[in-house]
């Protein structure tokens, strides 16, 4: 994906255009009209009088709007130009509205030729960056006041209604207006573009579509303004970090979804462009990340995910009783069962990492009624790791896909083919029992065991847990343990044999305190040597192994999401300085990115580019990735619940200098947190 793109974005409905501000979408450039897992617009293109228009500048309003400042022809034009347009941008309950304006600078009055070229191919988002016969029927229609596009395919059918607010020649190609403006004079008018979901009879699914919240522009953006003010407030001596948590606060909220079950509340959506949905994985952890600051994303993604907990077993979604879904999706291929989203389970952490966030959830907010009114939930979910994580009875979470066609094969976060391999490069069969999946079910069996106590009044069911989680610890540090070159295997595979590969997963082992305290420095010593330590982050997987590529996906990259529960986990096991060095690095790396840290970057020596590369098709804004300076933040000033009160420990790096987040919410009120490298700097 270009990484020049320019977006405006209301949860899971967005629009992807070039700089221009024109739509026209090819294989290598998937822009468009997004909604509803379907682009709904794919050729939005201007001109004035049969000139291309090109971009003066353009003004972003925190994703709600954007405006394009336009001039007729190539650069070269731009001298005296005798005419601009503006094109005002947004997404206004649901629809993507603009707003034109054609301006005469000329001391003559002059006749205007404005065409705007229209067409949809109704692609499913999955399916927009590859080349795709449409396997239904397009078609347009002329209508009185605007242009109607469609899509069917047996009972499955789409469209995009465009409309304007001016008079207009519209054909089934676009719109045309010829138009006469008084010297130093413009013309206006706003363009209505809807996107409908049809019923199999034609008619429209209006109480379906209408669950969604209904906001213009203006009140987003007083929405906006409200989230903001609610927010902790930081001030920092290193002003880069400043302008990441701003940019983090304002992503977050424009990825802030109302799912269709749960229309007044919400949770963050993954990421632009190619998860836009509800997702299992990246809502929890996001949801984690922004404990300190929106526990209300928590609670709204605790109550989805357990709604849409597996009840059953499926083989062609991946269904398991208890099992916490992956992915929903609303598309043309979940329509008609060639992807198995509707909703898919193939991810075998999503379930542990449930229990974890509820707990979480509840240290941070005191909120034990959740906790109560989705324990069946938790349970099941406790269950789950045992019952049908537990593929071959040997005590370790495992995943192996029950759909060979269609399912993904890696169940883990690092969910590429490919990604788990031995450090020679051969792939293990399945099933796979990866490091991080034992972590992360020690954790929630621990964590569970608490709510149990505490919470749910069973202290007998709490022993179980603790028992259960004590025998994974012991089990896990004597067999996943390569004692030779101490550090822990990527994963067991089928046979029970270690894949020796030295990837960024043991970083979270830290994170879940599954590492008993002697084995702590081994590991942190390879998270922090040259081999995964870039400069920039700890990359997915170390250098000087076979797959090792630091622009492969999960085989080199760095991740800021995976590098922020790596930083916690250092601070857990008392490696303050090597936790500040993350944090720097990822916050510095923030800068080059505008403060919108990507779902990844390249994984290149920091020596060797200076400074670093954007992941060729990184979601950005990605959920995990702005979410994680939130986290470094927790991490940095070493806050920590506990009972009513809120603990702090700062451990701040000199480049930071003095660093205060004030008003920092919880079930204890607000409090805050001041942390200083200043002392440390002089001494």
């Given at each position: 994906m270009k990484d020049n793109l320019v977006r405006v974005l209301d949860g899971n409905v967005f629009v992807l255009s070039d700089d221009n501000g024109d739509i026209e979408a090819t294989v290598a450039n998937p822009v468009g009209f997004f909604d509803f897992d379907t682009r709904f617009l794919s050729r939005w293109r201007l001109s004035l009088d049969g000139e291309r228009l090109n971009a003066l500048s353009i003004a972003e309003?925190?994703?709600?709007?954007?405006?394009?400042?336009?001039?007729?022809?190539?650069?070269?034009?731009?001298?005296?130009?005798?005419?601009?347009?503006?094109r005002e941008r947004s997404i206004t309950g649901g629809l993507f509205e603009e707003r034109l304006t054609v301006f005469n600078h000329d001391h003559e009055p002059v006749e205007f030729t404005v065409r705007l070229d229209v067409a949809s191919d109704f692609s499913p988002i999955g399916t927009v960056g590859q080349e795709r016969t449409p396997l239904g029927q397009l078609y347009q229609r002329v209508e009185e006041g605007g242009l109607r596009l469609g899509y069917r395919r047996d009972r499955f059918q789409r469209e995009t209604v465009v409309r304007s607010s001016e008079p207009a020649r519209v054909d089934e190609q676009g719109l045309t207006y010829t138009v006469r403006v008084a010297p130093k004079e413009s013309w206006t008018t706003t363009l209505r573009v809807q996107p409908l979901v049809l019923r199999p009879d034609g008619r429209e699914a209006r109480e379906r579509l209408d669950r969604r919240p209904r906001r213009s522009a203006a009140e987003r953006q007083r929405d906006l303004m409200v989230w903001l003010d609610r927010a902790p407030t930081l001030s920092c001596d290193w002003n880069v970090l400043n302008?990441?948590?701003?940019?983090?606060?304002?992503?977050?909220?424009?990825?802030?979804?109302?799912?269709?079950?749960?229309?007044?509340?919400?949770?963050?959506?993954?990421?632009?462009?190619?998860?836009?949905?509800?997702?299992?994985?990246?809502?929890?952890?996001?949801?984690?990340?922004?404990?300190?600051?929106?526990?209300?994303?928590?609670?709204?993604?605790?109550?989805?995910?357990?709604?849409?907990?597996?009840?059953?077993?499926?083989?062609?979604?991946?269904?398991?009783?208890?099992?916490?879904?992956?992915?929903?999706?609303?598309?043309?291929?979940?329509?008609?069962?060639?992807?198995?989203?509707?909703?898919?389970?193939?991810?075998?952490?999503?379930?542990?990492?449930?229990?974890?966030?509820?707990?979480?959830?509840?240290?941070?907010?005191?909120?034990?009624g959740l906790v109560r009114e989705f324990e069946g939930e938790a349970r099941a979910a406790l269950n789950w790791i045992d019952e049908y994580g537990d593929i071959l009875g040997d005590g370790y979470v495992r995943y192996r896909r029950r759909n060979e066609r269609t399912g993904i094969e890696n169940q883990s976060w690092k969910d590429s083919p490919g990604a788990i391999c031995y450090a020679d490069g051969r792939l293990p069969g399945p099933p796979l029992a990866t490091c991080e999946l034992q972590g992360y079910a020690y954790d929630?069996?621990?964590?569970?065991?608490?709510?149990?106590?505490?919470?749910?009044?069973?202290?007998?069911?709490?022993?179980?847990?603790?028992?259960?989680?004590?025998?994974?610890?012991?089990?896990?540090?004597?067999?996943?343990?390569?004692?030779?070159?101490?550090?822990?295997?990527?994963?067991?595979?089928?046979?029970?044999?270690?894949?020796?590969?030295?990837?960024?997963?043991?970083?979270?082992?830290?994170?879940?305190?599954?590492?008993?305290?002697?084995?702590?420095?081994?590991?942190?010593?390879?998270?922090?040597?040259?081999?995964?330590?870039?400069?920039?982050?700890?990359?997915?997987?170390?250098?000087?192994?076979?797959?090792?590529?630091?622009?492969?996906?999960?085989?080199?990259?760095?991740?800021?999401?995976?590098?922020?529960?790596?930083?916690?986990?250092?601070?857990?096991?008392?490696?303050?300085?090597?936790?500040?060095?993350?944090?720097?690095?990822?916050?510095?790396?923030?800068?080059?990115?505008?403060?919108?840290?990507?779902?990844?970057?390249?994984?290149?020596?920091?020596?060797?580019?200076?400074?670093?590369?954007?992941?060729?098709?990184?979601?950005?804004?990605?959920?995990?990735?702005?979410?994680?300076?939130?986290?470094l933040l927790r991490v940095l000033l070493g806050l920590e619940p506990a009972g009513e009160h809120l603990l702090m420990t700062p451990r701040v790096p000199v480049r930071f200098g003095r660093m205060e987040l004030l008003d920092v919410p919880g079930r204890w009120g607000r409090i805050d947190v001041i942390g200083s490298g200043l002392a440390r700097a002089a001494g």
């Open positions: 309003r925190d994703l709600v709007t954007l405006r394009f400042f336009l001039v007729p022809g190539a650069p070269t034009h731009y001298v005296d130009a005798k005419s601009s347009v503006i302008a990441t948590y701003r940019r983090s606060l304002v992503d977050l909220a424009a990825l802030r979804y109302s799912p269709l079950t749960l229309p007044d509340e919400v949770m963050p959506a993954a990421g632009l462009p190619w998860a836009a949905t509800i997702t299992g994985r990246d809502s929890i952890l996001t949801s984690f990340e922004a404990l300190p600051v929106a526990a209300e994303l928590a609670s709204a993604t605790i109550r989805m995910l357990g709604i849409d907990q597996g009840a059953v077993l499926d083989d062609f979604r991946d269904e398991e009783p208890g099992k916490i879904l992956h992915e929903f999706r609303y598309g043309e291929l979940v329509a008609f069962e060639e992807r198995p989203a509707s909703p898919y389970y193939g991810s075998a952490d999503a379930t542990p990492l449930y229990v974890i966030l509820l707990d979480e959830y509840e240290r941070w907010t005191g909120d034990a929630a069996k621990l964590r569970g065991a608490r709510l149990a106590r505490e919470i749910w009044g069973d202290p007998a069911y709490a022993e179980q847990l603790e028992r259960d989680a004590a025998a994974l610890r012991e089990r896990f540090n004597r067999d996943f343990w390569i004692a030779d070159r101490g550090y822990y295997a990527l994963a067991l595979d089928g046979d029970g044999r270690q894949v020796d590969a030295l990837a960024s997963n043991m970083g979270h082992l830290l994170w879940s305190g599954i590492v008993p305290e002697s084995r702590a420095a081994q590991v942190v010593n390879h998270l922090m040597g040259p081999r995964l330590f870039s400069g920039w982050g700890v990359r997915t997987f170390a250098e000087g192994q076979e797959r090792y590529n630091p622009l492969g996906y999960h085989l080199g990259a760095v991740w800021p999401f995976d590098n922020a529960l790596i930083a916690w986990g250092l601070r857990r096991y008392g490696f303050a300085e090597e936790a500040g060095r993350i944090a720097e690095a990822v916050i510095e790396a923030s800068g080059y990115f505008e403060g919108r840290l990507p779902e990844a970057f390249a994984g290149y020596p920091r020596e060797l580019t200076r400074y670093p590369v954007l992941y060729p098709t990184a979601n950005s804004p990605q959920a995990t990735a702005t979410g994680a300076p939130l986290l």
